[in-house]
C-alpha cells in the first residue's frame, strides 16, 4: 500500500465514521502482521507499522543470529547475518522487510476480516462515546424501520430504538416522519452501542420546558418535579428564588404560547403547572388543584397524607379515574387518602364510638384520646406504652389495659364480622339448595301422554298416504288414448 491509497482510505473512513486516524491505521498495521503471520506460522517475529514518509504500511520479520540454525523462522546463521549487516554478532536480532504481495489469497483474507472486526470496534467506541454523555438531553431523528413494534430511528451518526414502552399510546408514525424524543440510555453491548430513546419519561417534559422557557435554561426559573401519564396528563411544579418572578406565569408564556408549544409536541396532553411550596401540606394543596382543601392530616412515619375537601369539590381532586390525586402523589412523594367532609365526619364518629365502647373509658377519656391523635379501638390498640402515659391521667397500668382492652374489642369485633360472613354464606348455600331441589321435582311428561300425542298425528298421516296412492306415478301412467 502507497500513500495515495492508505492516506485516501484512512482519511474518508475517519470522517464518515468519526474513527480517530491512529485507531485505523494501527488497526492495518494488525491486519498485515496477521497476514504475515498465516504465511510463516505463528512463531514467526513479526512487526508492522506505518510509514509516515512514504505513506507505507511496512512489514518487517526479525530472526536472532545464532551459530546454528534449529528453527528456520526465528533464527539465521552468522554468515547470513553478515550479508545484511556486516558488523552483526551472535545474539543480535536481524529484521527484514518482507513483500506484501507474497502473502496470498488465504493471508489477504485474514487481514480483511481483522480490519472489518477494529473497524467495527472502534465505530462503536465511537458511537458510544459521542452518545454517553448525551443521557438526558432531546434529539432529533427520521423514522428508518419498525421492528415488532419498536421504532427504528436515524440519527445520522447511528441508529437509535424507541421501545414500545417508551412509547406514547395512541402517537402513530410512518417511515420518514420527524421524531424528538429523549436520550433515555446508551448501552455498550457487542452487537453496537444501542441508544435507547422515550417519549414517555417525565424528564421529556422537563427537557421540552428548559427548550420553550428561558428563564428555566437561566436558572430564575427552577423545575422541582414532574408526573405524568403519558398522553393523557402531566403536572409540573415550578419555584423561583426571585420574588419578583412569577414561574407558573413564565411557564405559561404569553397567551399561553410557551406552554402551548409543549402540549402540540405531545400530542395534546394536558399539563397543570403549579407553583412548588416548601411546605409539604401546601404542596400537596397546590397539587391537587383545582379543589379546595379542608384540611390535612399529616402521617409523617408512613409518609402519607389524608386530605379533606368539601363534598362538592371530591369529584375534582380525585379526578377522572382518580388521575388527579394519581398525578399529584407521583409529584409530590406522598401518599394521598382524598376523603369528603361528611365521609370524614362519618369516620370520626365510628371511631369515636368504637373508643367509647371500650371498658374503662367515658367522655373525658375519649376526648384525651381524640386529642392525642387516637381515634379509633384500631389506632389506640397499635400505641405504645410511651404514647399514652404522656396523656393527663393514664399511667403505665392503665396504659397497658387501654391497649389490652383496645386489641380484645378488635378481636371480639373481627370474630363477629367472621360469624356473619359465614352465617350469610349459609343462608346463601340453603337457598341455593332449595331452588336445585325445586328445579328437580318439576313433573316430567309421562309416556301416555307422549303416546297420545302420536296417535293423534297418525290420521293425519294416513290421509295423506291415501292421498299419494291416488296420485299417478309420472305421466307415463296416464292411459295414451286419453291425450290430446
Known sequence: MFIADIKRVVD???????????ILIKALEEALRSAAKKKFGPKADIEAQYNEETGEIEVFQFKEVVETVTEPDLQISLEEGRQLDPECEIG????????????GRIAAQSAKQVIIQRMKDAERDAVYANYIDRKGEIINGIVQRFDRGDIIVNLGGTEAVLP??????????????????????VLYESR?????????????????????????????????????????????????????????????????SRVQNVVQELRGEKIDI??????????????????????VIIDEANRSMEVIVPDEYLSVAIGKRGQNVRLASK????QLDVSSESQYSEAMKS?????????????????????????????????????LIQIRGIGEEKAQQLIGNARAYLENLAREQQEQAEARQEDEDRRQEETEQETDQEPEPSSDQEQETDQESEPFSDQEQEADDTKPENDSAVDPEHKT
Open 331 to 334: 409529584l409530590t412523594g406522598w
Open 192 to 256: 453496537g452501542p444501542q441508544v435507547i430513546l422515550s417519549r414517555t419519561h417525565p424528564d421529556f417534559l422537563i427537557m421540552l420546558f428548559k427548550t420553550e422557557v428561558p428563564e428555566i435554561s437561566e436558572g430564575l426559573v427552577e423545575i422541582k418535579g414532574a408526573a405524568r401519564e403519558p398522553g393523557s396528563r402531566a403536572k409540573i411544579a415550578v419555584a423561583s428564588e426571585d420574588s419578583d418572578i412569577d414561574p407558573v406565569g413564565a411557564c405559561v408564556g404569553m397567551k399561553g
Open 92 to 103: 543480535d536480532s536481524l529484521g527484514t522487510k518482507m513483500d506484501t504481495s507474497t502473502f
Open 274 to 295: 403549579i407553583p412548588w411550596h416548601v411546605d409539604a401540606a401546601k404542596y400537596v394543596c397546590n397539587a391537587l388543584q383545582p379543589a379546595e382543601i379542608s384540611r
Open 351 to 387: 371511631g369515636y364510638e368504637s373508643l367509647m365502647a371500650l371498658p374503662g373509658v367515658g367522655i373525658s377519656m375519649a376526648d384525651a384520646l381524640f386529642e392525642q391523635g387516637f381515634y379509633s379501638a384500631e389506632e389506640l390498640a397499635k400505641a405504645t406504652v410511651e404514647d
Open 12 to 22: 474518508q473512513i475517519s470522517r464518515d465514521k468519526g474513527i480517530d486516524r491512529q
Open 164 to 185: 414500545v414502552r417508551e412509547q406514547v399510546p395512541r402517537e402513530n408514525y410512518r417511515r420518514g416522519d420527524r421524531i424528538r424524543a429523549l436520550i433515555l440510555d
